[in-house]
Each structure stands twice: as C-alpha cells, then as structure tokens.
C-alpha cells in the first residue's frame, strides 16, 4: 500500500523571540486561568510573576528557543542568571548527536505519576549524559487538590502554575489553556504524559500555531491512531488481523488532511443503542463497547446480553462525553500484549520488546510484566515488525504502544489499537531494555535519530557515541536475561469490586533493594483528592526469571504500608501473585474479573479476632480522645471530672457480619485492656501505641498490629497487614453513597420503584462512571439532585421499603467467643519475683485500675508472708512494714488533696500546681474516682496487721510484740490516716486511731521488765493513794 503520510504536512516549529523570566523568591502565584498574578510580596510585572515549590532548584534561565541547530554549539543568552555551562553542553549533546532543536525549557502538561515519572527520568537523563540535572527546567501545573494533597510532582518540578480545580477539563484537560500557558511562561516544549489531553490532536495543533514543540506524534497522526475506531481501520488497511468488530472489512487511504473518510468512520461506529444491540447480535456476544477516546480502564464496559448492553450504553457515554463508539467481540482466552514503538522524524520506528498486561479488572491493568514470556519469540517478533510498519506508513513520531490480543493456544494474534502516548507500564520496558523512555521522547522531539540515541544503541550492543545506522526492521537487539513484573498500587477498595477511594495519606513506607524498586506520586501528610487518577504508586521487581520477580514483588507488596484515610488492594495484589494460576502463568484477561466475580479471594481471618481487635482499637482510641478532652477542659479553667471512670471502665458494642456483639472493657494498668462478654473475661490485651500511631496489641501469645479510620458508614481496621470495613449499623431505608465524587443521575424517577440487587443510580469518581446497588427493594425518594457533589456517606435517597419483615435484621451475639488465650509456657516466678508483680497490682489498683479487692489483697499478703523470701537487712518485718508504709503513703497521696475539701477548689489548686504537667493531674482524679474500691484495700491490710508478724516473722509473735516494731515514718502515715475527715474515711480513720492507740502501749516484754523492776524495789513508785521509795522489797 501506498504510504501513509499524516505527517506529511508537519514542519519543525518557527524560532520565536524569548521572554525573559525573573528569577523568583516566592513572591508571587501564578493564575495559569486568569493569566494575572497575586502579589504576595514586592510589585512586579504580571507577565513574569513566579511560583517556586520548597526545594526550588535554583534561578530560572531565560526561555530556550525551538528551531533547528546547526553543528556548532549554541551559546547562552546573555543573562547572568543562566548557567551557560549547562546551556553549551546541551546545545553541544543536541549538535553532536545529530540533533535539530534544543529543548532548556518543559512545561509537564499531567500531574500524579505521569509528572512525577517524567520529572525524575529526564533529571536522571540529564545527570547521566550532561553532569547537570537542572540542564532542562521543568514548569509543573498544578490545581488547588493537587496542591492541598501535596502532591510530589510539584516539588520536583523547578516552578509551577497554578490552575483551576475540579474536573480535568478545566485543567489538565484544557488544551487552549496549556497552550496558553506555555506560551506565557516561554517554555520550548510540552510534554502530556499520559491520560488528559494527551491523545487530543488540537493540542499539538495549538502548540504548533505558537511555535512550540510537542513532545509526541504530530496532529494528524495523533487524530487518526488516536481514535481506536481509525486505528483499526489502518491495522486492516496495513492487513494486520483484526478480530470481528462493528467495522469489519472496512479500509482507507488517508485524505490529504492525514484522516479517515468520514463516510467510512461512520460506518464503523455505534451511535444509538439500537446500532449497538444490531452490531452486537451479529458479532456475537461477549462484546465490548468501547468509546474511540476512552483510555485507562476509562469509556469500556464488557456486556453478555442485550439488557446489559442498554445499561453500557449510557455508562460509556456518559464517562468519555462526545466520543464516537464502536463495538468489538469479546476475545476470550486471549493474553493482552504490547509492543513499545518509538518513531523520529527522520522515518525511523524501533520496537523495545514488550510487555504483558493481562492481568486486569474491568479492562484497567493491575499487573504488567515483561518480556511476555508466553508468546513464542519468533511470532513475538512478528508482532513487533507488524507494529514496526504500522507505524512507520504513517510517519509516527514519538513513544507509543501497539496493543494485540494473543491466543497462546494458536499463537494467533490479533490487532486491539495503538496508543499514542507513553504508557503508565512504560517502566516495565525500562527495566528490560535500559532505555530511559521519558528521555528518549525528549531527545526525538529535538530532533534526535533513534539510531543516535546512546541509549536505543546500547540496547542493540553497539558504542554509544558512535553514528553508524541500525535497521531497526531487520537488525535484532539483545534482550537481557531478566525479567520485569510491576504491580499499580491504587486508592481502591478491593472488597467493594475495586472503587476508587480519595483521602489523605499519612505516610508511605517502601524499601527498595537491588531487585525492587518504586515511585510515588505522593509523599508524607499528602492525599489522593477525588478528582485525581486512583493510581499512586507503582512498584517494581526484576529478577532472572519470571518467578524470582514474582517473589521478589511479594516480599515488597508485604512489607509496605500505606497510612491514611485511602483504601488501598496491597494485601488483594499479594493473594493474586500467590495463587496457583498466576504462578503457572495460566490467565488470560478475563481471570482476574472471573475472580472478582466468584470472589475466590478473600482475606483470611477469624471473625472474632477481627471483632476483638475492632473493639480493642475504639477503646485505645476512646480512651486517648477523652483525657484529651478532660485536659483541654481544665486548661480552660473547669473543674469538672464527672464521667472520669468511664477511662477506666465503659461498655462497647460493635455489629460485624450482623451479628451484635456487646462487651465490657475493663482497664487493669496503663497498657491493659481486658475485654468481658455476659461478665466472662476473654482476654487481657496489651495495648501500646507507636509513634507513626499503630498499635500494637499483645494478647493470646500473639502480637497484632492495628491500625484504623472511622469513617461514614463505619471502621476501616487494617489488622496484621489486611483491611477489614466494619460498618455502621444501619437503617435499610436509606440510600449512601461509599465513595466521594459526584452524583450523575438516578436511574429511577423520585416515587421510582428500586429492585434489591439492581443500580438505582450513577455517580462519578476519580474520572470512572460506576454504579451504585439498592440493598432493599422499594419506592425511591431522592435528596440529591443530579450532579451533586458527594462524599462518603453522604444520604442520596429514601426508601420507603416494599417489604419491611424481609429486611435483614442485626441479631445479638449468643454463641461462645473464640479468642486465643495461649500466653505460652513460662518458668515460674521466683519468690522476689511474686512479691514485686504483687506489689504492682496492688499500686495499680490504687492507681484507679479495676482489679478485685480481695483477691489483690490476699495475694500480696501470701507473697509478703512466703518463707521462700529471701532475708534482707532490717529482717523480715521491717520489709513488710516498708511496703505497708508504702502503700498507706500511695493511698494518701491522693486522698491527702481531697480530705475534707470541696472537689472544685482542688481541682483549681491542682490544675495551677500542675499546669505544665496536666497527666499528672489526671492520674490523680483517675485514682481519685476509684476512691471505694482504694479505701477497702488499705482497710483490708490493716485489719489484717494484727497477724501480720505472726505470718511474716514465724513464732509467737503479736502485733504489740517488742519483735514488731513499726517505724516512726509509717507510724506518721497511720497518724495521718487517723486524721482524714469525710464520709468516705470514716471507718480507716478508726482502725488508724485504733492502731496509735495499741503501738502506744509499750510491749509486753517492757512491761513485764517494768514489774520486775517495781517488784524488786529497783524502782520508786508515785500513786495517788501513797509513795514508796526505791530499794529492795
């Protein structure tokens, strides 16, 4: 066939004057929509007002111009603020390698990864090859999400503009306002990246009419393989298998404007639903509707029959507005392979391998490795010189990927479409090839041959810096031996058939090593705003096989942690890298869906240890919220402490699976939590928070980390790496929304019946059209209007439900709990050992903490009296007058602060003592609130003193004994509790009185001295009825 030459018409851009930029301190923002400037600080000119990120990478340089070079270096304009080593030795790598332009200046036209991988590619490029990484200066866009989400892209680019929020057609999707833009800045080029205006002709052409250079294919070619109905129109004109379509055997020449006739577009396209259901019927079902300008997942829906298809109808053309729809056959068991091409303008197409995609849901890619071991090399090969020759008929210009359907079974394989863009898996074939794609897309847009690409020739084995040609049509390269498996790591809810989800993200935890590494598009404290694309993070694993990469990917998908309000399918995307299919490399594209489907993947773990860590993480939480509350509340001058022995003791339901599960928390120390059902203890939890906020909880023998986020509809727990949702309970006659975005339309009018099971209306978020499912059947009443903005949790509708008694019903727990209660086998505590885990309970429980009375009691006693103690100095007894003193001196502590006082004036006196130090003051009114529970505790031990030395020492020995002395220090703090006042101490304040009294009486062994002494005259004697002096009787 004749060449196809769309490009025919294309010229280099003109040379335009510079504009210089002013180099920039923060003291302006720029308006990318209003194309004024909001003075932050000194007055400037509008025209170059700046923004600069933290981390800015120096002054900004004048603008480069676009326009061919000749051999010679090009000088740097005269500006001190350039570094004109860099500029020169630009300018001299552009000439030496038969280069036409230069490229200093790149406005990056995407935000999220596309920016944030391009950023870090071409710095890296530029590093590598010129020793300077800031030789190209990058201008980000950037909306008031991206901003408020603190998105990563932003801080690496050198400067940024800001541009209108909300949806990507005011933004990244605005053609005439990203012409706009880099005009006013003076950049020399674009780069779009993937998904946005990326695949939309009248950028180019807009970019053109101001003479800067696209980095990418031309208008004309852009126009015609970026319609997936003209792509595959060219495939069959190129002869290339086509599987059945609505446009089977139709061909074309090109017009002079580089176009398919109209008259043979129309004919391949669905344009009302009744088309569609006749194109459909005679293809054959399963059929995909596909919308010509849809991309990502975006604009494609799968239907088995004609009623799904009416419902895909609407669905497609609501997600991608104004784009031409086609419809193709289902291709079933097939493998989803890419060919990477990159074309020049010097008519040049390259194939860099490719990659394998088959693994998705919903037609978006999950995983993507390379090379696509299940193609059989030489019918690989083939593929790559059919997608070799497609592209260059056309005269293609840039990176773009040419996607097929394979049947491993009879290697047959048919054309899908040609993107005309990089890809998001494009890292994939880096990884194989070493061929820095970003990179090289910059240098064919200056004008670089392929075959002068150090890169491109290092991947064909042959010296860099050599100009020797390559056919790249009969000259085969190299590939390595290893192998690249990628996993995309998305805001999405796995349980909920993969939702977008948006919020913020705390942090994000990745280790890289030498056989994984990974980028992100967000960082610390950032977020994933509901207008932005679902994807965050991509990971990457080489390995010699595909099989080390696979487990190479595990150990990283394992050992990484994603902390926010987002969901995330980390823990999903491990399953399905373990399953057997998977490993045996045994799926085709609809397996993952059939999964989905089937739910044959389900996180593992026992509904009780869920509920129990559920339960346990609200109580830590609970506990936390309130002595910050009470806290706040006596800084501000209160006194109260009314509800303080909720921190101690409270109930706590939680309803999980519909069942209801009503529990008594029970705190024993600062860190325990003991849970009881129907006033049974199951377990004794230690609880401990870490600093990044995860607690870690230790009961059973086991440790568990748990994390969590109260949400709308209820708890997002992630526990020991998997997340579990348990919801809110909930009325049946209310519709919710779980996902933020904006509501599309009902798909019922207001008085509408809904049926259970069935979408009862559509909504939009993160750029997909979903619907959403009534869980009841009934008559529908709305509350939003279509095209409202939502958010999670947000009442759409009402129902008023058909039938009431069918509604399911919550049904309280009855059965018996299963929680772990092995702490493993541990060597008996010494005697030492007994008395000082004794000694603790009894200072928690004084502490305020519930612990039995009498059984803390009589255990200390037990261990205080055990002859297996060792002997210390001052004997036996005087140790246990030390801990008796000791406790007596805890009690009084608190208790010395409130005797005979009213509570607020304390509380105004101790909240000035202790302004600085407020937890103090709160463990003081803990304690204080348990005041029954303390004051029978040090009742109980004295009451019980009279037999204490008998028990301690061994022998006859009393209380009075001359053997039982007490010290002077805890016969003060006897003395003390004899003088508390209040009902509370009236009973402790007697048996202290009552103590005083009987160690006032001297001890037998004195008096009896005393007696001997009077009987022998050795002592004179003074009574009120006579005298006698000493001497013997």
Known sequence: MQALSAAAAWTAPNARTSTPVVNGRNNYIRSGFLGDCKSVGHHAPAAAAICRPSGGRGPLRYAALPGDISAKAVSAPADTAIDTTSTEA???????????????????????????????????????????????????????????????????????????????????ANVNLIADIAEREGVDAVWPGWGHASENPKLPTALKERGIQFIGPTAPVMAVLGDKIGANILAQTAKVPSIPWSGDGLVANLTAEGTIPDEIFKKAMVTTVEESLAAANRIGYPVMLKASEGGGGKGIRMSTNDDELRVNFDLVKAEVPGSPMFMMQLCTQARHLEVQIIGDEHGNAVALNGRDCSTQRRFQKIFEEGPPTIADPKIFREMERAAQRLTQSIGYIGAGTVEYLYNAESKKYFFLELNPRLQVEHPVTEGITGVNLPATQLQVAMGIPLNRVPDI????????????????????YVLPERHIMAARITAENPDEGFKPTSGGIERVSFQSTPSVWGYFSVGANGGVHEFADSQFGHIFATGKTREDARKSLVMALKGMVVRGEIRTAVE???????????????????????????KAIAMKEDPHTIVASAILYRAFRMVKSEESSFKEFWQKGQTATQGVERLIEFPMDITYQDIKYSFTVQRRGPDSFVLSLRGKDLTD???????????????????????????????????????????????????????????????????????????????EAM????PLIATESGMISHSKSGGAVIGAGDLLASLTL?????????????GEFRVSSDEGTEAPPSASEALEEAISATNLLLDGYVLPVDETVNNLLERLCDPALPEVGGGRWQRACTILNRIVDRYLAVEG????????????????????????????????????????????????????????????????????????????????????????????ALIGSNILLEKRLPSIDKRLAELKSILKGGKALNRAWGAAEAGDL
Do not use: C
Request: charged residues 30%.
């Open 90 to 172: 630009l300018a001299r790598y552009v000439a030496a390698h038969g280069g036409k332009r230069v490229i200093r200046k790149v406005l990056i036209a995407n935000n999220g990864m596309a920016a944030t991988k391009a950023i870090i590619s071409m710095r890296r490029w530029a590093y590598n090859e010129l020793g300077d990484e800031n030789a190209i200066q990058f201008i980000a866009m950037a909306t008031p999400e991206d901003l408020k989400a603190n998105a990563e892209f932003i801080r690496f680019a050198d400067d940024f503009v800001e541009v209108p929020g909300g949806s990507n057609k005011n933004n990244y």
């Open 457 to 476: 020739r290092r991947f064909y084995g042959l010296e860099p810096e050599d100009n020797t040609a390559i056919d790249f049509m009969t000259e085969d």
């Open 572 to 598: 999903y995307l491990v399953q399905l890298l373990e399953t057997k299919a998977f490993k045996d490399n045994d799926i085709d594209t609809s397996w993952l869906d059939g999964i989905i489907k089937a």
């Open 685 to 763: 939890a230690r609880i401990r928070e870490r600093s990044d906020g995860v607690l870690l909880g230790i009961w059973g023998g086991k440790t568990h980390e748990i994390d969590g986020l109260e949400e709308p509809l209820g708890l997002r727990m992630m526990l020991d790496g998997q997340t579990w949702l348990l919801p809110n309970q909930f009325d049946p006659s209310e519709l919710r929304t779980d996902v933020t975005g904006k509501l599309i339309r009902f798909l019922q009018a207001d008085g509408g019946e809904v049926i259970a099971g069935k979408p009862y209306a559509e909504v």
């Open 767 to 770: 750029k997909m059209v979903m």
């Open 802 to 814: 058909k039938d009431p008694n069918k509604v399911k019903k919550i049904s309280p727990f009855g």
């Open 897 to 988: 602060l409130f005797a005979g006082k009213k509570v607020d004036s304390v509380m105004r006196e101790q909240t000035r003592k202790n302004s600085g130090n407020l937890d103090a003051l709160l463990k003081v009114v803990i304690a204080r609130a348990r005041i029954k529970q303390r004051t029978q505790l040090v009742l109980s031990l004295l009451k019980q003193a009279p037999t204490l030395p008998q028990r301690v020492m061994g022998g006859p020995i009393g209380w009075t004994d001359d053997h039982a002395p007490i010290s002077d220090d805890f016969r003060a703090s006897i003395e003390r509790l004899s003088n508390l006042r209040g009902a509370d101490y009236g009973e402790l």
